[in-house]
Each structure stands twice: as structure tokens, then as C-alpha cells.
């Protein structure tokens, strides 16, 4: 069994990616640190600055990615004088600027979001997840993540009529409809890009950790044994330990030495190469 390297570096993304070979990832994901969130640890950055700040990172990780490699990013716009800033729209505008594609977005809605109260708006229980890629041509398992199709489906299967189960047409009169045949004998389904999953709770010692679920669900879809995964933000090392189960190779880079220390720490040594 081929030996699976786990590295975690410390120090400044867009300076320690700088070593990282061009092409070498296969899947970077990330959840930065949001504007003017985690000042204590990360400084906070100005939304009017956010752009700027991350664009740097952002040339580099379109350098090491390979062409067949998808990139994440876990982000969401602050709420500013009463409206939501537009940091992170005017981020992907940059972006495609750079040569990223905006191939897709998909929805964390947060199963166990803390409840408040808002003068002008309600609780806020999801975030986004934006894939950006190099290329059209990239690669993605989707088999790795279908999801049961559930009891509703057979028994919605069971009263159609065999005309029914040859074609559904659409009742709008378009002339649209689906072959309901092809769902006959299926028990697995493909998912939506809504992901509904858990906030992590266990993580004291950071502030805003991934729950494993997340990570898992993209090193699934996009990448194999063996394959890369980079986190420029690794923060508690969640996305680290996914990847050494999962039997990916990765590196994680921070910028805080106790996130680091702590980290190192809990990464398993044995078949590892600590760097």
C-alpha cells in the first residue's frame, strides 16, 4: 500500500504556497477567514479590503491546481451597515479576471444553527460553497456520493400506471417530461447541491471549525486514493484528518502557531511524513 503524506506548514498562505509545485493539487478546500471575523487570531480584514487581500492567494492556488482539479471555498457575505456587502461577488468577478471558472455553488445549510433574534432579518443557518476550476474537463465521482432514494419513491412508483412509468409528461402542456422507467429499479439517487449538515461543536480551540461531513462529502466527489487535497486555511486540521482516513495525501497551512502546534500534534505519525 502506497505510503499517504500529510503535511502541515506554518506561516502565510500566499508565501508558503509559493513552494508548492504548479499542477501538484487535486482538490484545495478552504474556509478563509471572513471579513473583519476572527481579529483575535487572523487579524480581521475590511470587507473594502477583502478583494484585495485574498487575490494574492488566490494566483497561487490557480498555479498548483491541476487542470483537472476543482477548487472549494466556504464563504459568506457580512451584513454592513444593515445590508449584506457585496465582498464576495465582487471576489468571483476578480477571480474569473485571473482565469478561475465559477463552475458551481453549492448551499451548506447549517441542521443545527444557534437560534436569535434580529430586528430585520432571521437567523442565519447556511453558507456558500463555491467551486471554481482551471478547465471545463475536471474530475468528479458522482457515484461516490449518491444518496438513497427513500421510501416515498416507491410508493409515488407504486400507483403509476404503466403509461405513467413509460413517460411523465409535463402538466404546464410544454411538451417537457421525464421517463419515469428509468427510476424503476433504482435504490440510489444523485444529490442536490444543497448539503445539509451539522456545525462542528467539538473543536474548542478554534473558532469556526469544519465538520467532517463537509470535507469528506468533496474529497468524495473529487478525488481518489492518493490524490492532493490542500487547505491554505487549515485552522483545526479537520480537513487534514478527513484526508489521512480517506487515504489522501494533503497540506494544511496556517498562520497561528498554536493552530499549528495543535495540529501537528494530532496528526498520526506512523506512514505520515510530517513537514
Same mark, same amino acid.
Given at each position: 500500500m502506497k505510503e499517504i503524506q500529510t503535511k502541515i506548514l506554518l506561516g502565510d498562505s500566499k508565501d508558503i504556497l509559493k513552494t508548492i509545485e504548479d499542477n501538484s493539487i487535486d482538490l484545495i478546500i478552504t474556509s478563509? @477567514?471572513?471579513? !473583519?471575523?476572527r481579529i483575535k487570531t487572523y487579524g480581521g480584514i475590511h470587507p473594502n479590503d477583502y478583494v484585495k487581500w485574498f487575490l494574492p492567494i488566490t494566483k497561487e492556488l490557480l498555479r498548483v491546481l491541476k487542470s483537472t482539479g476543482t477548487f472549494i471555498l466556504n464563504i459568506k457575505e457580512k451584513v454592513v451597515n444593515g445590508e449584506r456587502h457585496i465582498y464576495v461577488l465582487n471576489l468571483i468577478i476578480e477571480m474569473r479576471k485571473q482565469g478561475w471558472l465559477w463552475t458551481e455553488e453549492f448551499i451548506w445549510h447549517k441542521k443545527n444553527a444557534y437560534p436569535g433574534k434580529w430586528p430585520n432579518r432571521f437567523r442565519d443557518s447556511w453558507e456558500r460553497l463555491l467551486q471554481f476550476n482551471k478547465s471545463k474537463k475536471f474530475?468528479?465521482?458522482q457515484e461516490e456520493v449518491?444518496? @438513497?432514494?427513500? !421510501?416515498?419513491?416507491k410508493d409515488r412508483l407504486r400507483h403509476l400506471s404503466d403509461r405513467d412509468k413509460t413517460r411523465d409528461n409535463s402538466k404546464s402542456g410544454s411538451g417537457f417530461g421525464k421517463n419515469v422507467s428509468h427510476w424503476l429499479?433504482?435504490?440510489k439517487v444523485y444529490p442536490t447541491n444543497v448539503l445539509h449538515l451539522a456545525t462542528e461543536c467539538n473543536y474548542k480551540n478554534h473558532s469556526a471549525?469544519?465538520?467532517?461531513?463537509?470535507?469528506e462529502w468533496f474529497i468524495k466527489l473529487f478525488t481518489l486514493e492518493n490524490d492532493w487535497v490542500l487547505d491554505p486555511f487549515v485552522g483545526s486540521g479537520t480537513t487534514l484528518f478527513v484526508a489521512q482516513r480517506m487515504r489522501r495525501n494533503s497540506i494544511g497551512i496556517d498562520i497561528v502557531p498554536e493552530y499549528y502546534e495543535m495540529v501537528k500534534k494530532k496528526i498520526n505519525p506512523i506512514d505520515n511524513y510530517l513537514l
Open positions: 478563509p @477567514p471572513y471579513a !473583519d471575523s474530475k468528479m465521482y449518491m444518496v @438513497p432514494m427513500g !421510501d416515498w419513491a429499479k433504482r435504490d471549525a469544519f465538520p467532517e461531513t463537509l470535507p
